[in-house]
Every structure is written in C-alpha cells, then in structure tokens.
C-alpha cells in the first residue's frame, strides 16, 4: 500500500478535545493547531486546516489522551 | 444425619460454612479465632474451596471482597481489634450491597487487650464501626450448636438481602466444645443466582460493582435504598429466645455467653419464687425491638447482663416500653459473670421490687 | 477503512481526565490490547480510589472498584475465584505505593497470576496535589511545597525494582507515557503483562511514567518535557523481569 496515494483524513472530535497541543507537537508536517474557536466545554480545540499532506504516521493518535483522534485512510 | 459430633465454636462455625456452600475463606491469624482459620486451611481443599492466609486483616476482609463481587459464597474470622482493621471495607461491602459473612470472636478490649472473652464489640458491630449509614445484620450464638446454625443462615441471609452478616460470639464461644449436630450440605447448584456478579461480560451487558456513585444524586438515591432495605431487614428478621416471659416482673436481657450463665439460675430463682424471665436477643441486629411489646404490663425492672462497660443496655434503654426501670451489670476488659454473681443481682433487684 | 480508531472495548463516555492527563493514553493502550487479545468477554478491571477511580466509564467490560490501596487483594480473592478471567488492578501511585504497598508486596510475592498497571505521575492528582511517595526530591507539591526534602520525608520509591527483587515469577516493566516511541513500547509491555497472565506464567506489573500538568502546575507540553528531563532519568525505563516461557 503506497501511502503517497492514499488520502487520509485527521478526524479529530473537537468536543473531546481539551487543547493540550499533544497532536500538534508530534505531527512530523505540523498539520494540526489549536483553532481560535471554542468547544462547548472551553478549550481551543485541535484542528486540521489541510490533511493533504497526512502520511498516516498516527502520531497524533498514538499521543491523544482523550481518544479523540481517529485516522480514516481511503 | 442427626449424629452429633464434639466440636469447639470456631470449628463448628467454619464447618457450617462450608455446608451452607461457601468456597472461599481469607484470614489472619489472631487469638481466640484462629483455630478458624485452621480448619479452613486442611477443609477448603478437601471441597476444592479457596483458602488463604492473608498478610493482615485488611487483606483479608478486601480478598472477602473480590471473591463476593464475584459471586462466591465468602467469609472472613477474626476478633475485635482485627475487626477493626476490616471497618472500612464492611462499609464499602455495604455500600456495593455485596454478601459477605464475618466472624467476630471478640477478646478483651480497647487496643489490643487480651485474649479473655468479652461483649465490648456489640457497638464495633451494632452501631459502625465504619463509615456513613449502613448496617450489618448481626447474630449472636450462645450455644456451639448456634455457632453452626447461624453461621450457616448468615450466608443466606447475606444473598438474601446483598448486605453483609457478622456472627458476633466471644473467646469462650469460640474455644469451648460441645455437642452439635451440624446443617446439611447446600447443593451448590441450588444457591442464589448472582446476574449483579462480575465474571465476564459474556453474553451480557457489563456488571459494575461501585463503591462510589458517579453523581451526588445517585449518592443520595443509594441511601434512600439502604435506608429501605434496612426497614424490611427490621421487620422481618428479628431473633429471639424468650423465657418466662408471660408473667415476668424482672426481664434479664443478655446475649451469648452472658445468657449462657443467666440461663444457669434462672430456674433456681424461678423456684424460689422470684417472677424473672429472660430475653435472649438472637439477631442482635436487627435488635429485637418486637420482644418487647406489651411487657409494661407486668415488668417492673430489667436487668441487662454483658461482659462490657454497658453496651446493649442502651439499646434496651431505648426499646422498652415506657420508663421501667433498666439496671446494668457488667464490666468490660475479659471480666466474665459467674452464677452466683449473678443470681445475687436478681435477689438485689427483685428485693428492691417485691 | 480506518487506521486508527478507538478500541472497540472502550465506551462512548468522554475521557475524564484533565488536559494533557496520562491516564487517557494508558487506559487507551489497555483497551487496545484487550481488543488484540479478544478479552472483551472475559476480562475484570479493577479500578481503586484515586483519578483512577473513574476509568470503569471508559470501557465495555465487567468492573469493580476497591477501597484505597486493597485492588491487588481485591484482584487476589477475584482472580482466585475465576482464574479463566483475565483480572487487571490499575492503580496510582498513592494506591500502589503508600497505603498499598502492603497489598501490592504480597501479590507480587505469591506470584498472584494477575496484572497491574501503576500509573507513576509522582503527584497525588484527585486529592489536589499533594507529595506521593514517587515525587522526586526538590519537586514541589502542596503539602511540601518547598519541594521535596528527603530529610524530612525520605527518598522517592522505585516500585518496579523492589516488585523485580520480590516477585519470583513475573514479567515487570517500567515504560512512559511521553512520546509517540515511548507510548509504543508501553503498549508492547501492556500486551506482554497481558500474555504472561494468559499463559499462567505469575505475576505481572508495568509502572507508567504519566504527566499530570494539573499535579506539576505545568502546561502539557511542558509536562511531557518535565518527564523526559527529570523522571524517566530517576525512574529507568525497561524490562525488569521477563518469566520464562514468555517469548
């Protein structure tokens, strides 16, 4: 499987989230940043603006302590 | 079947623990209950039970624990100061609403004490000895033949109500041998089914045993229920033994090996024509508030016997009727009452009321 | 097709826990390999006073919580009654190591054939803060807020060497919980405790090194750095003990 085909999308649940940036720290394309929004509980939540370039490593799945990320190849 | 053996109370009572199905005991090591754990250790594998000596009483009374929140039948010995160290997990044994059977062989207190017998953990059991609002239903033996029998309707009283049961006897309870003829064993397969027990969600959904509830409502819900279950456990398992009671004048009340020496003379006194009778409280939780109903009609005085500083008095206090007049005899620290001691105070008393 | 999803024997609930907490990843890596090892069905937690008194919410399976310290005597009656069950204790330092210390010795001692997880993040967590008995020296904590003296309250206590020296039969492993490399080896230990408790090899216990921010008045990030300068250099990393018949 050739990763440098695959499209993968960074779904990150933002109500789970708590803005600890362990995900955006680890990402090797730094892909993920605390957004400027809220959640419903108060944290800037991570986000992805761009998975385009996601090589499906699952560092910041690997690193998330809320199970907050799930990585979804097609 | 009814062939009586010689046994002492703790053997008797561990014997009927394994009649009455249980398959696992936890125990240290502590006089005067320790010949329990003893015949634990060689009995429990002859009927493929689990026995372990534990590093400490805490150890134990959690072990009891694990092995009830898995649907064993599961019961811890011990005696006063080691019951204490298991206080906090009875209340947390309460508060999951887990069966369990614990034995106290009480030996002279506070602290460490010595190892003569004693009543001074009526409140230990009665009243506490741990955290917050629960309760232990608590019988009292005054024969070897009722450390079986009781031991054996602990077990079932525990699955009954999902609370735990404590056989509260003493030292002399726990060492003395007398004939008894012991329950029968319990099939195995014709004790209480457990859905609540955690053994594997398989085929299932998933069983919690909490010690605490997530959410302070549910806290409070939770009491509400104990609350309930304790009213039902009130009404429906008071024990027992009434003696002369119908035209009594002087009612003593006192439980086992207290009762054991009263039993001893009242007859004699009843002969020489002192009007005394005898309450003998059997589940000493539920304290068999209903023994004393209608009594104000004769009884003049009561005269509570225990080996304490004054224990159940205040419960006898609290229950009779009206104002009669309740007289205490006793003293904590090993001290036992002998017949003569005894039947002096019912000659006192009953002068007092002639 | 996903690659990377949240184990199947973990619940909707949301992770309880503070921001950056390591509980959340050492709980995620037990319900991985509880999902590897199809032990949905048959596994018991055991889930003791301290944060990890919540992690029932986050699983699928049977649970019992215990009083403070007493899971590994909880998990000895339990595993004992049903040894075809897996049964695992997942406990914090203050359980494990001050008022547990006791329960914990002696299961490892009799090479009880069960599992537990010590979550180390030097710090009583639910309680506020306070010195646990794995804070390290000059470490503030509220109740020594100067930071940790050992003339006044000792040393810091290194669970898995005194479990290694104890336990006969047992597979002991000390990982972290701060990097993507680390996080993979403590799921290969997590899998190995596990598999020696399937195979009725002994004992088995992993000591997770785990930020608490909240505890170290740190930010995560600065939690995560914290560890790799100061704990995981007083705490080594690695496998302690192996039984025989493992690998």
């Known amino acids: 499987m050739n990763k440098a085909h695959k499209t993968i999308t960074i779904a990150i649940d933002d109500e789970r989230c708590k803005g600890c940036e362990y995900c955006c720290s680890v990402c090797p394309k730094q892909l993920i940043q605390l957004s400027d929004e809220y959640n419903s509980k108060g944290y800037h939540y991570a986000a992805v603006e761009n998975d385009e370039e996601c090589s499906g490593c699952r560092f910041c799945a690997i690193m998330c302590p809320e199970v907050a990320i799930e990585l979804i190849a097609d | 079947m009814n062939e009586k053996v010689l046994m002492t109370g703790n053997e008797a009572a561990a014997e009927a623990a394994i009649r009455a199905g249980c398959r696992f005991c936890s125990a240290y090591p502590i006089t005067p209950s320790s010949e329990f754990l003893e015949y634990m250790a060689h009995r429990l594998p002859q009927v493929e039970g689990i026995f372990i000596q534990s590093e400490s009483e805490i150890s134990a009374i959690n072990m009891l624990f694990g092995a009830s929140a898995a649907g064993k039948r599961a019961i811890v010995a011990s005696s006063a100061c080691g019951v204490a160290l298991m206080q906090e997990t009875i209340s947390y044994l309460a508060s999951t609403q887990l069966p369990g059977v614990i034995v106290n062989i009480s030996r002279a207190g506070p602290g460490l004490g010595r190892i003569t017998p004693t009543q001074a953990d009526y409140w230990q059991m009665t009243k506490g000895g741990g955290n917050g609002d629960y309760q232990l239903v608590v019988l009292g033996p005054a024969s070897v033949q009722e450390m079986a029998e009781l031991t054996y309707l602990a077990f079932d009283l525990a699955d009954k109500y999902r609370n735990p049961v404590a056989i509260l006897a003493d030292g002399m309870l726990g060492q003395m041998m007398e004939p008894v003829v012991l329950p029968k064993f319990r099939d195995l397969n014709s004790l209480p089914q457990k859905p609540w027990a955690v053994t594997g969600a398989k085929g299932r959904e998933r069983n919690l045993v909490l010690v605490a509830p997530y959410t302070d409502e549910e806290m409070i819900t939770l009491n509400e229920e104990l609350d309930r279950k304790y009213r039902v456990l009130e009404a429906a398992e008071q024990r027992w033994e009434p003696t002369f009671l119908d035209d009594a004048e002087l009612v003593i009340v006192a439980f086992g090996t207290a009762a054991r020496i009263a039993g001893d003379v009242i007859e004699r006194a009843r002969n020489e024509g002192i009007k005394v009778g005898m309450i003998r409280p059997i589940s000493l939780w539920p304290f068999p508030k209903d023994a004393f109903k209608n009594l104000e009609a004769h009884v003049r005085t009561y005269l509570v016997l225990e080996m304490s500083n004054g224990q159940i008095v205040d419960d006898v206090r609290l229950t009779r009727p009206g104002d009669t007049p309740v007289h205490h005899y006793g003293k904590g620290g090993g001290w036992k009452p002998t017949s003569k001691g005894v039947y002096e105070q019912i000659l006192q008393l009953w002068r007092c009321i002639a | ?247």
């Not at chain 3, 973990?10 to 309880?16: D, I, R």
């Not at chain 3, 799921?187 to 000591?207: D, M, N, P």
Request: charged share 20%; net charge positive.
């Open chain 3, 1 to 247: 097709m996903k690659t990377f999803i949240r184990p199947s024997s973990m619940s909707e609930n949301h992770v309880p826990y503070c921001p950056g907490c390591g509980h959340g990843i050492a709980l995620r890596l037990i319900g991985e390999a509880i999902d590897e090892l199809n032990l949905l069905e048959t596994v018991i937690g055991i889930a003791p006073v301290g944060c990890a008194i919540r992690a029932w919410r986050l699983f699928k399976f049977d649970f019992t919580q215990a009083p403070h310290g007493r899971s590994p005597a909880v998990a000895t009656g339990l595993k004992r009654t049903l040894p075809e069950n897996t049964v695992f204790c997942y406990q914090g330092d203050g359980d494990s190591a001050a008022i547990g210390l006791g329960e914990l010795m002696h299961a490892a001692l009799r090479c009880e054939n069960f599992t537990v997880f010590m979550n180390n993040n030097a710090v009583y967590g639910a309680t506020g803060g306070q010195l646990a008995p794995t804070t390290l020296i000059d470490q503030p904590t509220v109740s020594y807020p100067s930071g940790r003296d050992p003339n006044v309250i000792g040393y810091p206590i290194k669970m898995t060497e005194i479990i290694a020296s104890v336990s006969k039969k047992a597979y002991i492993a000390r990982v972290a919980l701060n990097s993507v490399r680390n996080i993979r080896e403590a799921k290969k230990a997590v899998l190995k405790a596990f598999k020696t408790q399937q195979r009725r090899l002994g004992f088995s216990f992993v000591e997770m090194l785990s930020a608490c921010p909240t505890g170290w008045n740190m930010k995560p990030l600065d939690a995560l750095k914290w560890m790799e300068e100061k704990m995981i250099p007083e705490y080594p990393l690695g496998e302690y003990a192996v039984t025989e018949g493992l690998e």
